[in-house]
């Protein structure tokens, strides 16, 4: 292959945004074939490959899976990609031929695994965008794995990592901004950055979102509540209703406390199930 091709390709990728409306145009089969192929030539960990992608392309199914994490483009996408961490396949093969397989216990190699499931669904959204066909990630798929493995038949030894939902944009969305690569990308050893630089690149990022924050609106009130509570479960209590007789006063929540606050809430991160059912899995070697 010619360079210039690899840097047009470069270029495509810088392009790259998540798309989460489809038009009806379906993908061809040899298109999605090369695209899946991409991801089997993945790197993986001492190329073990302990992951697998289940292909969804039934209407039906599809609506099923968009109700199921409530996201309306999941129903309509033409294809689905649910990754899964996988050593159901490598453990059988292994007790068949008595070799002392244990990967499944091991943390180091839970964390190789699910990297080997990322990079196989990355190499494949890559492929996809290079296709001119648009995808999205959901990594909310982990909180209906039991759903999941119901739907999908799922063995022990297997999880639910991420889906990528995937068509022909319908609507292309506006890039969203990134932090810059000063902030990201460091030569040498890790910049002594000031907290005024830290917070000067994340306004630049964040400072343009404004979100309405009143209790004119029983949602509103709601909304008050939960932000309470995230912001009880970080601060002392004075410091909390300080934070939040602010925000009243100014009539809004800064992006990153709506993301914190409201969107990813203490509440919901801290704890939850997810180990128990990794366990139910067989997976949960910590
Ligand atoms: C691991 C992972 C999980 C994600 N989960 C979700 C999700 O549950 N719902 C969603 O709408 N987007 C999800 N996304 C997409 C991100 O919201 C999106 O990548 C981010 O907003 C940056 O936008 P961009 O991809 O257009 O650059 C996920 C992306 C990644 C990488």
């Known amino acids: 292959m010619e360079e210039w091709k690899y840097m047009e390709a470069i270029d495509a990728m810088t392009e790259r945004r998540s798309v989460r409306s489809f038009s009806d145009r379906k993908i061809p089969e040899e298109v999605l074939a090369r695209i899946l192929k991409a991801g089997l030539h993945a790197a993986s960990g001492g190329n073990l490959q302990p992951w697998s992608v289940i292909v969804e392309r039934d209407p039906e199914r599809s609506e099923k899976l968009g109700k199921l994490l409530k996201y309306p483009f999941v129903e309509k996408a033409p294809v689905n990609l649910l990754f899964l961490l996988d050593w159901h396949k490598l453990a059988v093969y292994s007790r068949c031929k008595k070799a002392p397989f244990a990967e499944h ?22 492929a996809a965008w290079l296709s001119g066909i648009g995808s999205c990630f959901i ?10 493995k119901q739907m999908y038949h799922l063995p022990a030894l297997t999880f639910p990592a991420l889906l990528l939902s995937m068509g022909y944009p319908k609507k292309m969305p506006p890039k969203p901004r990134k932090l810059t690569k000063e902030m990201m990308i460091f030569e040498g050893v890790y910049p002594d950055f000031t907290d005024e630089e830290i917070i000067a690149a994340y306004d630049r990022k964040y400072e343009n979102r404004e979100i309405a924050f009143s209790d004119t609106t029983s949602a509103g009130k709601s909304r ?10 970080v601060y002392r209590e004075e410091e909390a209703e300080q934070i939040l007789r602010e925000a009243l006063e100014r009539g809004y929540l800064t ?25 139910n899995q067989g997976l949960f070697p910590f």
């Open 105 to 126: 216990l091991s943390t180091n190699h839970f964390f190789i695994a699910w990297d080997d499931t990322v990079l196989s669904a990355q190499a494949m959204e890559t």
């Open 224 to 233: 008050i509540d939960l932000f309470r509570q995230s912001l009880l479960a």
């Open 139 to 148: 990594g909310h798929i982990m909180d209906c794995s039991e759903e999941l």
């Open 255 to 279: 992006e990153i406390q709506r993301l914190f606050g409201i969107h990813y809430h203490p509440g919901r991160e801290i704890g939850g199930d997810l180990p128990e059912r990794l366990r």
